[in-house]
Nanobody, 117 residues
Framework: QVQLVESGGGSAHLGESLRLSCVAS????????LAWYYQPPGGQREMVASITASGRPYYKESVRDRFTISRDTVRNTVDLQMNGLKFEDSGIYYCNAGMVHGFRGAWGKGIVVIVSS
């Protein structure tokens, strides 16, 4: 069974940094796009950043200059470096492996990020 396990969340003060990591188990195709989504309190889940197998990133506009997504295809991991954290970055962050032919996609269980003053 495919598993995505997130780590690295927690609390940070305004302007500080956190690094989220996600380890994908065997069964996630290398060609699958890996992504981080977040769900703010009372809000809907939305994509924060994604990265293709070739390393091409995509960012939500509000995090483009602050967050960096990276991927290690050997270790099957995807990280999200979050700098200059803002209050609105608070929420639950989910790791996602996107669907490709023969793979239905997978979600991690989520990890909490809280930004305070």
């Amino acid at each position: 069974q495919v598993q995505l396990v997130e780590s690295g969340g927690g609390s940070a003060h305004l302007g500080e940094s956190l690094r989220l990591s996600c380890v994908a188990s065997e069964g996630v195709p290398e060609r699958s796009v890996l992504a981080w989504y977040y769900q703010p309190p009372g809000g809907q889940r939305e994509m924060v950043a994604s990265i293709t197998a070739s390393g091409r990133p995509y960012y939500k506009e509000s995090v483009r200059d602050r967050f960096t997504i990276s991927r290690d295809t050997v270790r099957n991991t995807v990280d999200l470096q979050m700098n200059g954290l803002k209050f609105e970055d608070s929420g639950i962050y989910y790791c996602n492996a996107g669907m490709v032919h023969g793979f239905r996609g997978a979600w991690g269980k989520g990890i909490v990020v809280i930004v305070s003053s």
